[in-house]
């Protein structure tokens, strides 16, 4: 198998699992004082003080939760809720139109069901986010705006947006900046402090770790309101029991990635740009994404004139794991919002494929895809023309 979906989820990282071993031999519950339960705090509070140092954070903006998803909304609705609270005229929240649905569904809930108005920033035919529409709309209505929420590395065409900018745009209308790094962390430089950023959203199956934990890195002076109550750990922020082994493997996974960032940023690459490179010698494929402020490891393509699901299938009997990079809705692909938002039409947006690369790719892989495509791409066109034509004929 050649697994070439990280950015769905990536392989466990050994020492992620040496971790987790170690964490699930402790009994304790890390909110008991006795010395199992002070055992338990100890690995937690040892992962807290190693994701802030990997992420550039002090360990008390560090908040466990269970992955990106309660990250985000934690971010979204917790921001929201503070800041409208402390002003009820800040009922706006500006977010980009290429959000992952973790972000954009939290913010639709807000609009549904609390009065909440959503601000779009567009994106460029690159999925950039251009500062200056942030700028205008801040300048129109930031005395009313709660929050704004932008991804620094989007999850279909890795594009990396500019995050230092937005920031500044925001602290100059003192408005809290939530950031979606879940695609990044691990992969990309991330210095939370000087970032000026005030909520950054991290999961650990993104970057080696095991899926069900994640954190939110939220500035001491960033005010929110919890989602769930109970027992106040996580500063009242994230009630429950901490899942010691898995934030242990979470901080190991971070730490392994960090480590040989230099290196691995380098390697994989490399190894994308290959990707990249033969598949762009394909008639009719288009490479999707920023061209150079992109994430190392996606590679994202249209196909013309077939399905997405159609070609992940096809790769899928050949041993290979891709994706098209977007949501379905119970097995039924949608066009992905992102492709729609940089100016794709529907047909282009439904013949997208991504291929993300991580720790574990070797250039094997990259040469399975590049021997596979061809065969692939001409199979898949071929089962699209006759529904193309039938439907030309209607
Ligand atoms: C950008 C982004 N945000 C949020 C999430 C959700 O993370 P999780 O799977 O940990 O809930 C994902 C996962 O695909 C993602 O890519």
Known sequence: MHYLDH?????LRPAAQAAMAAAMAEPGNASSQHGPGRAARRIAEDARDAMAAALGAHPSEVLFTSGGTESDNLAVKGLFWARRAADPRRDRIVLSRIEHHAVLEAAQWLADHEGAQLDWLDVDRDGLIDPAQLGALLAAQGDRTALISAMWANNEVGTLQPIRELAAIAAQHGVPLHVDAVQAAGSEPI??????????????????????????LLRRDAAAIALAHGGG?????????LAVPLIAGMAAALGDAVAGRGTEHARIDSLRAMLAAGAGELGGVQLNGHPTRRLAGIAHLSVSGCEGDALLMLLDQQGIACSTGSACDAGVSRASHVLLAMGRTEPQARAALRFSLGHTTTPADVAAVLDALPGVVASARAAAAPATLAGAAR
């Open 7 to 11: 950015a769905a989820t990536a392989p």
């Open 191 to 216: 210095d939370f402090a000087a970032s000026g950023v005030s909520a950054l959203s991290v999961s650990a199956h993104k970057f080696g770790g095991p899926a069900g934990a994640g954190a939110l």
């Open 233 to 241: 750990q996580e500063r009242g922020l994230r009630s429950g029991t």
